[in-house]
């Protein structure tokens, strides 16, 4: 799998972590990166400024 021969790359590379990022809406790939090893760690909350009276 690409993924796979990414994070082979990578490791070579000294890295110790790899940190991947998706939409909420994205079950999918949430599904494949838990496949592949990864696991959810942080909450990344967002408020659009437009929402807040001037």
Do not use: H, W
Request: with cysteine.
């Amino acid at each position: 799998m690409l993924l796979d021969a990414v994070l082979a790359e990578i490791k070579t590379r000294g890295s110790e972590r790899v940190v991947l990022s998706t939409a909420y809406q994205n079950k999918a790939a949430q599904c494949l990166f838990a496949f592949m090893g990864f696991r959810p760690t942080m909450v990344k909350m967002t408020r659009e400024l437009d929402t807040i009276a001037s």
